[in-house]
């Protein structure tokens, strides 16, 4: 098995340990599996091809091309190693629907749908404008033209030939995310389900279900009591210890519905007017960029869902603008 660094494009490495991508190798007989494969760029497309000669790996050799999630990062090379290789793209149906949805629209990264959404949750429309300007660039780091071969569907599925691999949906970060797990070895590849040192994003839109942060956790439990010696995520660095870490991130959204409970305690508001009042690890919100402010607000209305999923909270809808507040107990 190896591991693989596919560099994150110019101008989308926000930190030094979230500029690449982690790919992984995997020997499945007469063939390789490849795990995840970066930005759909000619410069990333170029530095996988350099260390696969480096390890004496044609991509004629790679026989599956399995993708842990949707997201450009993950998802954006598999076109062009399928069409280099004849490999088989695999991805869970759940995620394929969005994805399908992201490369066949007629607007760039979606914004006809995207803007709407967004403005409906208070974000105000010179931040809009802010962040179209990146959504602009982010439809084309996705695999124009794909076309999957293999959609996996339910809890579990065997991979590939031999089935060494089972892949478990792990939904939360995308609704079709999935954790491929050699139980043989004890290896979890984690995708960005579970990464070391980061919480992952669980970003609700205009494309995903309802309540994904609850899936989310419930997606952290199916997974925490593995027999898993070694952790490969796809981004950061592996780790072991996948209980320990699961605790932890449980805590931390613990503390974060927390901190939105306080922030409505006071009456109804919006998503942009709650995130305001939520400490972020990226910065102070005034510092943040358009995209993480709306990255932030997306989090934010992952938490409420949850919350009013349990009957913490209640949703009120006035003026085209989704408005929150504690539920009357």
């Known amino acids: 098995m190896y591991m693989l660094e596919v560099a994150f494009i110019v101008g989308l490495a926000a930190k030094q340990q979230e500029s690449v991508t982690l790919c992984y190798l995997v ?18 497309f170029d530095i996988l091809r350099s260390q696969l000669d480096s390890i004496g790996v044609r991509l004629t050799d790679i026989k599956y ?10 998802s954006g090379l598999a076109n ?20 399908q949805s992201v490369v066949a629209s007629t607007e760039l990264w979606n914004i006809h749908g995207m803007i709407p959404w967004a403005r409906s949750l208070g974000v105000p429309q010179e931040e809009l404008d802010g962040f179209q300007k990146t959504a602009n660039l982010g439809r084309s780091l996705f695999p124009s033209g794909l076309e999957a071969d293999i959609l996996l569907s339910g809890e579990e599925n065997a991979v590939a030939d031999t089935g060494r691999l089972t892949g478990i949906l792990t939904p939360g970060h995308s609704p079709g995310h999935v954790c491929f797990y050699d139980k043989r070895e004890r290896i979890l590849f984690s995708g960005d389900h579970i990464l070391a040192g980061i919480t992952p994003h669980i970003s609700p839109s205009h494309l995903t279900s309802y309540n994904q942060l609850g899936q989310y956790l419930d997606a952290l439990r199916k997974v925490q009591h593995l027999e898993a010696d070694v ?22 959204h613990r503390i974060r519905l927390e901190e939105v409970v306080v922030a409505i305690s006071h009456g109804f508001l919006s998503p942009w007017e709650i995130a305001q009042e939520v400490e ?38 006035q003026s085209g603008k989704a408005l929150y507040a504690l539920a009357v107990v």
Request: with cysteine.
């Open 27 to 44: 020997d499945d007989g007469d063939g390789w599996l490849l795990i995840d494969c970066g930005y759909n760029d000619a410069g990333s």
């Open 280 to 317: 972020w690890s990226v910065g102070k919100w005034q510092e943040m960029d358009a995209t993480n402010r709306l990255l932030a607000v997306r989090e934010t209305v992952a938490h409420l869902q949850f919350l009013e999923s349990k009957g913490t909270v209640l949703r009120m809808d």
């Open 80 to 99: 062009r190693i399928k069409a280099a290789s004849g490999a088989k793209v695999v991805i869970h149906e759940d995620d394929w629907r969005i994805l």
């Open 65 to 74: 091309v399995l993708l842990t999630h949707y997201h450009p990062d993950h």
């Open 231 to 252: 952790i490969l995520p796809a981004h950061e660095a592996p780790f072991d210890q996948l209980s320990k870490r699961v605790d932890e991130l449980l805590e931390h």
